[in-house]
């Protein structure tokens, strides 16, 4: 018999709600990643969907786990924080790096105006 087959309605009920729901958050991220125009916009939704996303399948593989092997399973509980802790971190620094370039295309863009009217006095 599978492990699924021994598992309380209760159980089954619950891990596969939080399954799910995990599993479209991490769907409505990607299609988020894909659909969005900029950069600034595309990073945002799969930051959300891999956070609370990945939150929800975890809380599911907990359910799981604790039921069919009679005890409390926290591994998960390391996971999370893992992903909770290095996906914003993750975000922010993409973020500053591609402000800081769009700022020195800027600058140098500037720079370019200001040498090509330097050398054409007429304009």
Do not use: C, N
């Not at 599911?60 to 992903?83: D, G, W, Y």
């Amino acid at each position: 018999m599978s492990p699924v087959a021994d598992l309380p309605v209760w159980a089954a009920l619950a891990t596969a709600f939080f399954l799910l729901a995990g599993s479209g958050l991490a769907l409505i991220g990607s299609i988020g990643l894909v659909r969005l125009k900029t950069f600034y916009e595309r990073v945002h939704a799969p930051t959300l969907g891999t956070t609370w996303g990945a939150g929800g399948i975890l809380i599911a593989s907990m359910i799981f786990f604790s039921v069919q092997q009679s005890r409390p399973v926290l591994h998960e509980l390391l996971i999370t924080a893992f992903v909770t802790v290095t996906t914003p971190v993750t975000l922010m620094l993409l973020a500053r790096a591609a402000l800081y370039r769009d700022r020195a295309e800027e600058r140098q863009a500037e720079l370019d105006r200001q040498a090509a009217m330097d050398a054409d006095p007429k304009s």
